[in-house]
């Protein structure tokens, strides 16, 4: 992923709201990276038909702040896969409410596992 607007739709979308953020009106990392988490699931548990728990966090940035209001959109792509394992990097532009203009507020990777039923790491079906 780089600094432009990723193709196509975002995993998710979601709007800054004042109880995610801080006395500046500015949105909690927090509330981005379980954002993020979220987008990630959404994309490795299509890709694996199952469940796909977050077991790592990685290369986290955040270079603009999103304000309350705020239109955000999560990109998320899978960007390598093991035998049960996904690594899904994830971009997060935001959009202020009433304009056209997005930048990019954080990026980072989660790797996730594919589990069975039995809450078994299961492999990745092709």
């Not at 796909?52 to 990685?58: L, N, Q, R, S, T």
């Not at 690594?87 to 594919?114: I, M, N, P, Q, Y």
């Amino acid at each position: 992923m780089n600094d432009l607007l990723p193709a196509g739709a975002p995993a998710i979308r979601a709007t800054g709201m004042a109880a995610d953020a801080n006395p500046y009106g500015k949105i909690f990392v927090g509330w981005l990276m379980g954002q993020m988490a979220l987008a990630a699931g959404s994309v490795a548990s299509r890709h694996c038909r199952g469940r796909a728990p977050v077991v790592a966090a990685d290369g986290f940035s955040f270079t603009a702040p999103v304000s309350i209001g705020d239109e955000v959109s999560f990109f998320a792509e899978i960007v390598a896969t093991g035998r049960t394992s996904m690594t899904v990097a994830v971009e997060v532009w935001r959009r202020d409410r009433h304009g056209e203009g997005s930048a990019r507020a954080a990026k980072g990777s989660f790797t996730l596992v594919s589990m069975g039923e039995d809450d078994r790491p299961s492999p990745l079906v092709s």
